[in-house]
């Protein structure tokens, strides 16, 4: 069983759509769970950044994680065409000298106007 | 632009050059990485430096060979590189004990 799982889609929505990207992970160690989003011929960009469970908002984003489940989601509301990358989750143990990020393969997005 | 700045964006090589890669981060930043990321493949990590000290090498062929002389500078050196090696080099820095890591926009390596 691979540590993080991601479905690498393709999901393709109309604009003004709700999205919901998920991955599910192995490590019961992980403790920090970012989200990044990736445009094409770009570096990633960190979109949200929990730390254990529970949600976090930042505008139309919302990210969530159930450590009981291993399972973490980020919902985007009113998705526009700007929205359209791959989004890769990474998740850490994290503290002292465990700087090792695991990431997802990433899921394209493409949102249609 | 992220504070993580990328030279050269796009980079052609035959198998028997040298080159290198370098990578400058303007955070504050104690901790610096490279990654490689590969056509429908996870990023994977190659090396971590932090205080200038690496601290992670993952099974990385010797061919490639990083250097950090101080917090701020980063450098991958490539020499005789397979065509298998052609992929997205990114460079990410983060402070120490945090995790969330800031990315640089990568060099695209072709290796021919």
């Known amino acids: 069983q691979k540590e993080v799982e991601q479905d690498p889609g393709p999901l393709s929505v109309p604009e003004g759509a709700i999205v919901s990207l998920n991955c599910t992970y192995s490590?019961?160690?992980?403790?920090?769970f970012m989200w990044y989003r990736q445009y094409s011929r770009k570096g990633p960009e960190l979109l949200m950044y929990t730390y254990s469970s529970g949600n976090k908002e930042d505008g139309r984003f919302t990210a969530q994680v159930d450590k009981s489940s291993k399972y973490i989601s980020l919902f985007i509301r009113d998705s526009q065409p700007s929205d359209s990358a791959t989004y890769l989750c990474a998740m850490s143990a994290g503290g002292g000298s465990n700087y090792k990020l695991t990431f997802g393969k990433g899921t394209l997005l493409t949102v249609n106007p | 632009e992220t504070g993580v700045t990328q030279t050269p964006r796009h980079l052609v090589m035959g198998m028997t050059n040298k080159k290198s890669l370098k990578c400058e981060q303007h955070?504050?930043?104690?901790?610096m990485y490279w990654y490689k990321q590969s056509a429908k493949k996870p990023l994977e990590l190659m090396f971590v430096?932090?205080?200038?000290?690496?601290?992670e090498n993952n099974s990385v062929p010797s061919r490639f060979s990083p250097e950090c002389p101080n917090s701020s500078h980063l450098f991958l050196h490539l020499h005789t590189l397979q065509p298998e090696d052609s992929a997205l080099y990114l460079c990410?820095?983060?402070?120490?004990?945090?995790?969330?890591?800031?990315f640089g926009q990568g060099t695209r390596l072709t290796v021919v």
């Open positions: 990410a820095s983060s402070r120490g004990a945090r995790t969330e890591a800031f």
């Open positions: 490590n019961s160690a992980f403790q920090y």
């Open positions: 430096y932090s205080l200038e000290e690496r601290v």
């Open positions: 955070l504050g930043h104690n901790a």
